[in-house]
């Protein structure tokens, strides 16, 4: 099982790679604990745009999936810049 690899920022300020994982690719293990499984639900879609907005800027997008998109590019783009 291959795990996701996301880039964080350590308690520093340096990258550093952190791995998550799929649900779907665990399986339950006898004794372990069940993950928490959380989702983004229609009810949350303007909290969740208001904080976008307010750390990167208002979005042209109407669709909530490509306002994602679009704040996830700017937000790498913030800190990874073609200098």
């Known amino acids: 099982m291959a795990g996701i690899a996301l880039i964080?920022?350590?308690?520093?300020?340096?990258?550093?790679l952190r791995y998550v994982y799929d649900i779907a690719d665990t399986r339950p293990?006898?004794?372990?604990?069940?993950?928490?499984?959380?989702e983004v639900t229609q009810a949350k879609h303007d909290a969740i745009r208001e904080a976008l907005e307010r750390q990167?800027?208002?979005?042209?997008e109407m669709d909530?999936?490509?306002q994602l998109m679009e704040q996830a590019s700017r937000?790498?783009?913030a800190v990874y810049r073609d200098d």
């Open 64 to 66: 909530f999936g490509n």
């Open 29 to 38: 293990v006898r004794g372990a604990k069940m993950p928490y499984l959380w």
């Open 8 to 16: 964080s920022r350590d308690g520093r300020g340096k990258p550093k």
């Open 56 to 60: 990167y800027g208002p979005s042209g």
């Open 75 to 77: 937000a790498v783009n």
